[in-house]
C-alpha cells in the first residue's frame, strides 16, 4: 500500500463520520419537533377535562349563591370527550374533579357541603344533571 491509497481511506473514514453526524443532528430535531407536537396535544386533551370542570363547577356555584330552592340543569352532550371521562364532587376537597385519561384536573366550588356524586359522559346520549340547593346543601339527580 502506497501513502496515497491510506490518505484515501482516511478522507473516506472523516467523511462518513462527518455524514454521520449531520444524520444524528437530522433525527434529533425530528425526535424533538414530534415531541413537541404530542405534548401540545396532550395539553388541549386536558384543556377539555378542564373546561368541563369549570362547567360543572360554574353550575355548582350558581345553584349554591341563588339560595335554598334554587335548581339548575346541565347537559352532558354526547361525545364531548374521547374517551369517556368520569366527573366526580368531593366534599372532601370542596371540587370537581374530572378524571380523563387516567389523569385527573380539580376545581374548587364556593359551597362546603356537597353530595357525593359520580358520573361518567356518554358516546350514546346526553347527560342531563339536575342540580339543587337544599338549605344550603347541594345535591344531584337525574344522571
Do not use: C, H, W
Amino acid at each position: 500500500m502506497n501513502k496515497l491509497d491510506l490518505d484515501k481511506k482516511g478522507q473516506l473514514s472523516a467523511e462518513l463520520l462527518f455524514v454521520s453526524l449531520i444524520a444524528l443532528v437530522i433525527m434529533g430535531t425530528m425526535l424533538s419537533l414530534v415531541g413537541g407536537e404530542l405534548n401540545q396535544l396532550n395539553t388541549a386533551d386536558m384543556g377539555k377535562a378542564r373546561t368541563l370542570g369549570e362547567k360543572m363547577a360554574g353550575a355548582i356555584n350558581a345553584v349554591y349563591v341563588n339560595g335554598n330552592g334554587y335548581s339548575a340543569n346541565l347537559t352532558l352532550p354526547v361525545n364531548i370527550t374521547d374517551p369517556v371521562t368520569t366527573i366526580r364532587t368531593n366534599d372532601t376537597t370542596d371540587s370537581v374533579d374530572v378524571i380523563y385519561n387516567g389523569k385527573t384536573v380539580s376545581v374548587k366550588v364556593i359551597p362546603k357541603n356537597i353530595n357525593n356524586f359520580d358520573i361518567s359522559t356518554s358516546k350514546t346520549t346526553d347527560r342531563v344533571i339536575t342540580i339543587k340547593n337544599e338549605n344550603g346543601v347541594i345535591k344531584f339527580q337525574g344522571y
